[in-house]
């Protein structure tokens, strides 16, 4: 027999003697009139007009559904293809809230924002170890802190930022800087408020009363201990661990153990 597809003879044994194989029982050649219908069908689809923001809009681009909105900044209304989308109907409406009073507000503190180990310790949010060192510091000192939450603007690269110093210390703004890079030295150099900077050099004895004084590992004392640190005893070898036994084979050695000791009792009985 002769296939349908690529006209290779064959025994007749496959897909009911029509074609070879199943590559050529799969394949599909659509003519142009299949093309041309398929397009037709995908341009009408509600996905396809509503990803390109085309539902609604009449030949002569009027627009016709959607939720009729009442700009809060000129008054004119406009329609939006969402419910919630566009508060504004337009950029410049948009840029005129200065004061935030329609749209939220972007930028500021966010929590868990920086590269180090993060966590809560005494109602602090801190970013990084050394922060946590510098509140525990403090609270041991009976010193006044609090996380900062307001922002300065600086220019850098061309472009307006904000910059928000890491804690409010008796009034006084102080930000710990473990590193030093150009976008630091231009916000200093633009920062007209009085601020203390504590740089290795300044957190080195801080570092080292915390370690002292709690250990090395004392990013166990953030609330929970989100980083699992070693604040267990391994039951076999009573090294320092993080769970129960601080490996596999202290894990099973304790494990055999306890079998022993429950078919003893077993036998006992």
């Known amino acids: 027999m002769k296939c349908e597809k690529c006209g290779a003879k064959h025994n007749g044994t496959f897909a009911t003697g029509r074609f070879c194989s199943r590559q050529c029982a799969n394949s599909r050649t659509w003519s142009k009139a299949d093309k041309k219908k398929k397009s037709e069908s995908a341009r009408s689809s509600l996905k396809v007009l509503k990803a390109n923001r085309l539902i609604g809009k009449s030949l ?4 016709t559904a959607g939720f009729e909105k009442l700009c809060p900044i000129c008054k004119k209304a406009f329609r939006a293809f969402e419910k919630h989308e566009h508060i504004f109907c337009s950029m410049k409406c948009c840029r005129e809230d200065t004061e935030y009073r329609y749209r939220k507000k972007l930028g500021g503190y966010r929590v868990g924002s920086g590269r180090g180990k993060s966590g809560w310790f005494s109602g602090i949010r801190c970013d990084s170890s050394w922060e946590l060192a510098y509140v525990i510091y403090c609270h ?46 231009a916000k200093l150099a633009q920062f007209k408020q009085p601020i203390e900077v504590l740089y290795k050099k300044e957190m080195k004895p801080i570092l080292e009363y915390v370690t002292q004084k709690y ?50 009792r077993s036998s006992n009985s």
């Open 60 to 63: 002569r681009g009027r627009t």
């Open 140 to 185: 041991d000192h009976g010193i006044e802190i609090e996380r900062n939450k307001q922002s300065f603007e600086y220019e850098f690269d061309g472009k307006k930022r904000k910059y928000i110093p890491d804690f409010l210390v008796s009034g006084q703004l102080v930000e710990i800087k473990g590193y030093v890079t150009k976008q630091w030295k």
């Open 215 to 264: 250990g090395h590992d004392f990013l166990r004392l953030y609330t929970g201990n989100p980083h699992n640190e070693k604040t267990n005893i391994c039951l076999e070898c009573g090294e320092v661990s993080r769970n129960t036994y601080c490996d596999r084979s202290c894990a099973m050695k304790g494990n055999w153990k306890k079998r022993r000791k429950r078919k003893s």
